[in-house]
């Protein structure tokens, strides 16, 4: 039972440069989210999505994009990397109604 | 708009004593949801504990439980007889009854020493 699982779990990108990261989950749920950790700023809203094909704009959306073709995968996208961009970044997700959230282990990304 | 707010950006406790972590939160909802998630050196988010605006008792596992004061919009946590293990940051977050969205404060890193 693997969860939320992100890859890949570490990266490193030059000013410019695009990448997807993927995160997938085994446990058929509806909604997915996509935060940003950052140091003294807990977790920010980058995107979510509540269905396969699907998505909505978080707190802090501004050059990403992100894709739910399939029900288990959703997907964050930087088309230009940006330094500002370096970060940790987490995936969630979690069935409809009361249930919490289940995070996946996250992707240190850096942009120099 | 929804903010929690963690004052103590971080706490020591001694080993096999009680710490206290403390959570306010700002919302014009009356049902809503919260949680406390521990964030170990591993980076792991884990949920510790969850409470439903609407139930009056406050929540508890094991160790852990939580003071929900709902008209002073106050949610603590509260680690009985540390260990080591506890050793990380605490995040409490906010969901309102419906909403998508989880709300998280800046987090506090608790130090156990031994």
């Known amino acids: 039972n693997a969860g939320v699982t992100q890859t890949p779990k570490f990266r490193v990108l030059k000013t410019g440069q695009s990448m997807t990261l993927l995160c997938a989950q085994d446990?058929?749920?509806?909604?997915m989210y996509w935060y940003r950790q950052d140091p003294g700023m807990g977790l920010r809203l980058i995107h979510y999505?509540?269905?396969?094909?699907?998505?909505a704009k978080g707190e802090v959306p501004d050059g990403y994009n992100v894709s739910r073709l399939k029900k288990q995968n959703f997907l964050l996208g930087l088309e230009s990397a940006a330094p500002s961009q370096t970060s940790v970044y987490f995936c969630?997700?979690?069935?409809?109604?009361?249930?919490?959230?289940?995070f996946g282990d996250g992707t240190r990304l850096s942009i120099l | 708009a929804q903010t929690v707010t963690q004052s103590q950006p971080e706490m020591s406790v001694q080993e096999a004593e009680t710490v206290t972590l403390s959570c306010t939160y700002d919302?014009?909802?009356?049902?809503?949801?919260l949680f406390w998630y521990k964030q170990p050196p591993s980076r792991q988010m884990i949920l510790v504990i969850r409470?439903?605006?609407?139930?009056?008792q406050n929540a508890t596992e094991n160790r852990f439980s939580v003071n929900f004061q709902k008209a002073a919009k106050s949610f603590s946590l509260k680690i009985s007889d540390s260990q080591l293990g506890d050793a990380a940051m605490y995040f409490c977050?906010?969901?309102?009854?419906?909403?998508?969205?989880?709300?998280f404060g800046a987090g506090t890193i608790l130090r156990v020493k031994s």
């Open positions: 969630a997700s979690r069935i409809q109604g009361r249930q919490p959230q289940h």
């Open positions: 446990m058929n749920h509806e909604y």
């Open positions: 999505s509540v269905g396969e094909g699907t998505t």
């Open positions: 919302t014009s909802e009356s049902d809503y949801y």
């Open positions: 409470q439903e605006a609407y139930k009056q």
């Open positions: 977050a906010y969901r309102r009854l419906g909403g998508n969205k989880l709300v």
